[in-house]
């Protein structure tokens, strides 16, 4: 049995799962030694992953096992009694399911190479998504007419925030970044719905911070029409919320997303990597800005009086 063929079913034994940046090294150690992964006791996998031995045990019952010992009765299962990858028993896939076709050495993809192809299949899985724009044009519409605009986005999700605010603000006049929890964050968004606000833009990615909920409920109770980009798990409850496919099943918490939001646009998350990636929530958000600049009165006059002004302090290089 060669090393490649274990790790790719190994591989496919942790897809779809939900697990922490820790469980993950763990995840990618098992794959990377899967020759001698199902002879490995708790402690061993421990110290190859640099996690500790109850982190190794809460990964196992994360995956559905009542602890190590039943996963490793799994791995030597599917270390012995699953086709080779490729083999008569069906082709070889990426972590996303799709029928992966080796380069001309004829290697198989290694784990990066899995992780890009997965995050491929994300970027295509919202261009069918798009495929009905009207959900993006609505929240366009919400966003655009919003003076101010607040921006919310928290832990992860600070990164796509500031991001769309940095652009956002090139075409709309009053852009707040709210990339901040804590007392004060509630305290904002008050001000902003006192200032004129009627909506708010939130990324929402995981893992979601719960003072998120908290947030979004105090724009509601203010007011604010609430616009969510989020991952495809924050399913939503409320029948008139647009953008998940049917049949998507979520934790608690991103349930509570889609409740608190008028318009919930939806993007995978990959999971490939120690770390998520976040190509396609971030490509989303520039769709909807693209759309918002569609609403906006004067976005092109603001886009070249930006273009001038930056010409003549010298703002960029080239």
């Keep these: 049995m060669r090393t490649d063929d274990a790790g790719s079913r190994l591989l496919r034994l942790f897809e779809g799962r939900r697990l922490t940046p820790a469980q993950r090294r763990i995840a990618h150690c098992l794959v990377q030694h899967a020759a001698e992964a199902p002879f490995l006791s708790s402690v061993e ?20 096992f ?21 083999s008569a028993g069906g082709p070889a896939h990426d972590p996303a399911g799709n029928p992966w076709h080796p380069p001309r050495t004829g290697a198989p993809p290694n784990e990066l190479q899995r992780a890009v192809l997965a995050e491929i299949e994300n970027l295509r899985s919202l261009a069918g998504l798009l495929a009905d724009p009207e959900p993006v044009a609505r929240a366009a519409r919400l966003l655009a007419a919003s003076r101010p605009l607040p921006v919310l986005g928290l832990r992860a999700a600070a990164a796509q925030a500031a991001g769309f605010a940095y652009f956002a603000a090139k075409v709309h006049p009053d852009v707040r970044l709210l990339d901040e929890g804590g007392s004060m964050l509630d305290d904002r968004i008050e001000q902003a719905a006192t200032a004129g606000a009627t909506a ?26 609430v616009v969510t980009v989020a991952d495809s798990l ?49 490509l989303l958000g520039r769709v909807l800005l693209e759309r918002m600049c569609d609403e906006l009165p004067g976005a092109q006059s603001r886009l070249e009086a930006f273009e001038l002004s930056a010409a003549r302090r010298g703002l960029f290089l080239g």
Excluded: I, W
């Design 45 to 64: 996998v421990a110290e190859l992953a640099g996690v500790s031995q109850p982190s190794v045990t809460r990964f196992a019952t994360a995956l559905g």
């Design 66 to 86: 009542d602890g190590y010992p039943g996963l490793r009765r799994r791995l030597r299962e599917v270390g012995v009694t699953a086709p080779p990858a490729g």
């Design 200 to 225: 708010l833009l939130c990324f929402a990615l995981p893992r979601h911070p719960a003072e998120l909920v908290s947030a979004l409920t105090t724009a509601k109770d203010a007011g604010l029409s």
């Design 234 to 282: 924050a399913e939503p409850v409320n029948p008139d919320v647009a953008g998940l496919p049917n049949g998507q099943t979520s934790g608690e918490t991103g349930g509570e997303l889609g409740t608190l939001s008028d318009v919930l646009l939806t993007a995978a998350v990959g999971t490939g990597l120690v770390f998520d990636t976040a190509c396609a929530p971030m």
